[in-house]
């Protein structure tokens, strides 16, 4: 592989990771200062962002900047980040 390669393929895990810090972040202030967990808008702007997401993965995989396995740990990494957020959001509400 050569070092521009090399270059190209760190360029686009570290979009997609930035990708998904913004859907973290936003899932955050969503539940911090909008809507609980259970509301449809809460679920359609999870779905629609964690499918675009995928969507954007699986182009850098088959394009070879992002191997498979990368591009799902990514996704995994976030599933659990946000299945953290959920819990503590879901506590704090119960309180």
């Not at 509301?39 to 954007?56: K, N």
């Amino acid at each position: 592989m050569t070092d521009e390669t090399i270059n190209y393929r760190e360029k686009a895990y570290a979009l997609l990771k930035a990708d998904a810090d913004k859907i973290v972040k936003l899932i955050q202030v969503q539940m911090d200062n909008l809507t609980m967990p259970q509301c449809p808008l809460y679920e359609e702007v999870l779905d629609t962002q964690m499918f675009g997401l995928s969507r954007e993965i699986d182009f850098a995989v088959r394009l070879g900047l992002v191997d498979e396995k990368d591009g799902k740990a990514l996704l995994d990494s976030l599933e659990r980040e946000l299945s953290v957020l959920h819990e503590a959001s879901t506590k704090k509400r119960v309180r």
